[in-house]
């Protein structure tokens, strides 16, 4: 189903060998040997494509889907119509995923040096990178194995990236150490100065930003998202976390592990978040504040103070999300009462 | 009035030739041979400029006015300082804009293919196409004819753009179907993966995003706006749908014709807008809502629940307008209210 | 402490040249002789480092540390613990940006015009500039003397830069006259077209945007911000503005001398602010306002109204910040109240 201009599919795969590959159970009667061609939505699935259910609300089309097998938890296998194989799965969507990486792997990228990139001869290269035209890559800079630089992409002098990594077309990277795996969507800015000032109604005198960014592995930045390196202390992302798009992250920020941030969030200055914190699209967070581990601020939060691990924020200023409900509820009565009077 | 070295005057004009073109009748006494030379503001605009009345506000300013010509509306023409000729149009602005087209028109590119660009063997480009330097085609694009592609911006691997479009300076688009005369502003980023993770506590589980980003005629997207390729199904934006900057759109998201999103705005995954929605700034929409024909969302909104057409909602979360002044000024009341007692 | 692949230090210096240079005291019993070779966080510095005391949080961590030199104010030098010398300043935090500036100058680039450049021919370009890889300089274009263009910006027809100035990577400008000393950081986008459109069932109708963007001397613009230009008038930086990443400024806004704009605020078209205004982070404001000299806007803030010079407005709708705290706490006693009935 996948658009063949955009999109090489590695299949057909046996049923057996996609439950292999995503560690799900086939379900009763279902044919080990069936020939699978593509993954596919329930509602356009054919006879040899392979869906998944995750979501109560799309029962209906489960039950009406001539997907060949589908992907399901175990309370909603019997459902399944006649004629398709379940995969019993305990997260389908995370064997949807598996499944999907199954027909549309990410090879490594073809390797070779465009003759219109511009490498240092001062600069390192690993075996089998890819570098596009237009790329820029300054003295000193050290580029692991199997990387690939877009088209335009500008990395600076003495940048540190590992293995597998895949830098977008136009993105910039200075300043910065980067692990393996990590992903530059097109257009994001790393490394840049951060926001730093003394002002005055003389002048606001601009500090020199002697920091870093540090960058674990498996961390994936989105499009035109910026992080600021560090004032003095290094600006830190966390192994596995990943980041959405137009995301600002500034100066001396330290993110945990697998912390998710969604599109057009924005983290000031020093503030810390401990890891698997997750930060909803929009939401605002000021400078030199502790999130603790498991937080999650909703979109559109503006968090002014510290907050606990697990808690849940939501609003402006940000209260506990049952706090924020109960305000929104008596304004609302509130509202109307006033009305009526 | 504008600066030479940016724009080239394609005047002057005599003032039934401007009447004609933006459909325009002459006020009385007017003479259809007076000569006009440009456009410009009612404050600043001399006897050969032409200018126009739009908003009640600028009463005292077109009364003022030493324009040689203006456009207003029929209530309006009676206010006319002496001297000035009168185009009397049912909408100023617009009738403006096409006065302004004439004078200040985009002729199609020079065409030519820098040297210093680097177009795919595979790739093929329509007749009278431009593409400067530092740009990037790769393999199999399809490129229709007279469009622009600026300085170092990037298409890939399979990309198809219609006839008369414009891809700014470092833009980037891949996995991408474009129509005919769409603008692509400075930076702007379609087609990169969305943000798919089958989350969980080992580790954000990428999930291969598999849809394309499909764009209509006559769209407009702003400068270093995102837009994300589906995960299966498409992103589409809708014929004459106009994007302000630094504007998120999700994976699978749907627009509709004739949307208005302004700057900032951004729309969570598989959300759909149907027909001329306006999204004001800053506004927010989670994921998976149905937003009605017409519905006007204000700027900073936060939306939670699907709007129905024609609909004007304000505030986070999001309330009819009425509701929202309501609860403003109740909790202003109360606000007050508390501080006497 | 700086990471030398990055930065490069220009020290050791005496303590009495540091002094000398950031306009401070030696405290009692210091050594003008006295050796220090870098820059350093309170809780890192070792003997040979000058630190600087800013905030009464870090009181503790001032008084255990074993740094060589700290700059502090006049109230705090007696806490000094024993070892340390005192630079004694007003405004401890604008002495270190100058000491650290004396550590880490920023010398002009050296010069030289990459080949991978496209300079046009009828472009001027004055002594002492450095034009990086992929960048590409339009026909017109006039730039001063010791500016750096970075690898991949695009400088468009026209466009008027000053001394002393540093475009960053893959920015691009057009239409704009620019002054000296002005820092573009990587991804900002000047001069495109502002968002104006005739609005329209039968299609929104383009207006041609006939302004430039004029930018003062000594302004800084972070990273993919986005500035359009004028629709007619000019939209308009002033001198010493410092702008953050992700920042939107709307076609013909007027922004006077020294203001400050934090990450991701938007601020739509013809908005005027006065000289010294502050905007705090993701705040916005709607179109064709007045902003007082020294006025503060909250971050998330949403500015409907003019601003009285001098006032701090805060929330959505901005009110006094005074009035949003009351109504803040009115709310809170509300819900809590109505939970208890």
């Known amino acids: 189903m996948a658009d063949p201009r955009f999109f090489a599919n590695a299949g057909p795969f046996a049923l057996g060998e996609l439950a292999r590959r995503c560690g799900a159970e086939i379900g009763p009667g279902g044919d080990a040997g069936k020939r699978i061609t593509d993954v596919a939505p329930l509602d356009t699935a054919g006879?040899?494509?392979i869906s998944f259910l995750d979501n109560r609300k799309y029962v209906e089309t489960f039950v009406a889907s001539r997907a060949g097998a589908c992907i399901v938890n175990a309370a909603m296998a019997a459902k399944a119509p006649a004629g398709m194989a379940i995969l019993i799965a305990k997260d389908p969507y995370r064997?949807?995923?598996q499944v999907a990486r199954a027909f549309y792997p990410s090879p490594p990228p073809e390797p070779g040096i465009s003759e219109r990139a511009q490498v240092a001869a001062e600069a390192s290269l690993?075996?089998?990178?890819?570098?596009?035209?237009g790329a820029v890559i300054a003295a000193g800079a050290e580029i692991g194995r199997r990387c690939h630089v877009g088209p335009n992409a500008t990395i600076g002098a003495g940048v540190v990236i590992g293995d597998d990594c895949s830098i977008g077309a136009s993105a910039s990277v200075s300043h910065a150490l980067i692990g393996d795996r990590v992903i530059l969507l097109p257009g994001a800015r790393i490394g840049q100065d951060g926001f730093g000032f003394a002002m005055s109604p003389e002048g606001?005198?601009?500090v020199p930003q002697l920091g870093r960014v540090v960058i674990g592995d498996d961390v994936e930045i989105g499009a035109n998202s910026t992080i600021d390196r560090g004032a003095g202390p290094d600006t830190v992302i966390g192994p596995g976390t990943k980041i959405d798009n137009l995301v600002q992250i500034g100066h001396n920020v330290q993110i945990g592990?697998?912390?998710?941030i969604v599109s057009q969030a924005g983290i000031s200055g020093s503030t810390r978040l401990d890891d698997f914190v997750a930060l909803g699209g929009q939401a605002g967070?000021?400078?030199?504040?502790?999130?603790g581990a498991?937080?999650?601020?909703?979109?559109q939060a503006g968090v002014m103070r510290d907050v606990e691990a697990g808690a849940t924020v939501v609003g402006a200023p940000a209260v506990s999300s049952a706090e924020f409900f109960r305000q929104v509820a008596a304004l609302g009565r509130l509202a109307r009462k006033k009305e009526r009077e």
Chains 1, 2, 3 share one sequence.
């Open 47 to 49: 006879s040899e494509h």
């Open 95 to 97: 064997a949807y995923a």
């Open 126 to 133: 690993g075996e089998g990178c890819r570098v596009d035209a």
């Open 204 to 206: 606001h005198l601009k």
């Open 257 to 260: 592990r697998g912390c998710v």
């Open 285 to 291: 967070l000021t400078g030199h504040l502790k999130i």
């Open 294 to 299: 498991g937080a999650r601020i909703a979109a």
